[in-house]
């Protein structure tokens, strides 16, 4: 009988995000392999690495508190774009790290509480006075919609479960509430221009990469429809019209490439712009 060679470009397990099992390997880097879905294009690290909670000792946050100020700023410019959706109300920040986007929630009128996979950070930011739990949120048990709103800033490329993540989103979130995302955009420019050498690849610790399609994929099969923030209409309030040209330079040009994604859950308020 002949010995047959698996070939190492097909991959078995199907996509974590679409169920497809059409899937071939996309790039390498440093030992790892990444995979990518030719159905819906999310991409993933396979085999994921193990204990992937171990990397994030107190070493991984030196350059957070390093730039502190410079993320409580930009956390305000991100809650203006979030007020222009929805008022200021019962908020989670999923992988919140030293608790800075928390900070500057509260300030601005939230009843902000966050929860981050670290020991470390979680302790870190309690000592900022912070509501802020130590695990993940699929572990946690928090109440059914008990939040209004749920961000993740730098969180989904590091899950190792995306489709069971979001449908724990989608239970602790109340109805009429909002979910943000912001993550590596596989889809951008800059991943087909250098590839391997593309900032966002870190495959022992990203291990998940979505494009456009794919994270509404998620987004959908997940119970959510994607929203946008108003250019016209919806909240107004101090430093509203700042941040209504900031949502509309953003749908015009696409310099960075970590998408921002807000999406509500299914059956939203009417007056919310689909997309």
Request: net charge positive.
């Amino acid at each position: 009988m002949t010995k047959t060679t698996p070939n190492p470009d097909v991959l078995g397990p199907s996509c974590n995000v679409c169920g497809g099992d059409g899937v071939s390997f996309l790039v390498s880097k440093n030992g790892y392999r990444v995979y990518q879905c030719r159905s819906c294009g999310f991409a993933f690290t396979h085999p994921q690495p193990e204990c992937l909670s171990d990397q994030y000792d107190s070493g991984y946050f030196d350059l957070y508190q390093k730039r502190r100020k410079f993320r409580l700023k930009r956390s305000v410019a991100r809650l203006k774009q979030i007020e222009l959706i929805i008022p200021p109300g019962r908020l989670l920040d999923i992988g919140c790290s030293l608790g800075y986007f928390v900070e500057a929630a509260n300030a601005r009128g939230w009843q902000a509480s966050g929860i981050d996979i670290s020991k470390y950070a979680a302790q870190e930011a309690r000592k900022l006075g912070l509501n802020v739990f130590s695990g993940t949120v699929e572990g946690f048990g928090f109440p059914e919609e008990s939040f209004d709103c749920v961000t993740m800033w730098d969180v989904l490329e590091h899950v190792p479960d995306p489709t069971a993540h979001m449908l724990e989103v989608r239970r602790i979130i109340a109805p009429g509430g909002l979910v943000v995302i912001g993550t590596p955009d596989l889809g951008h420019p800059a991943f087909r221009i250098k590839r391997e050498r593309w900032r966002h690849l870190k495959p022992a610790e990203h291990i998940n990469y979505f494009c456009r399609s794919s994270i509404r994929r998620l987004l959908v099969n997940t119970g959510f429809d994607i929203v946008t923030p108003p250019i016209f209409g919806g909240r107004y309030f101090t430093g509203s019209l700042c941040a209504r040209l900031r949502a509309i330079f953003s749908r015009l040009v696409q310099l960075n490439d970590v998408m921002v994604v807000y999406a509500c859950p299914r059956s939203s308020p009417v007056g919310l712009k689909q997309v």
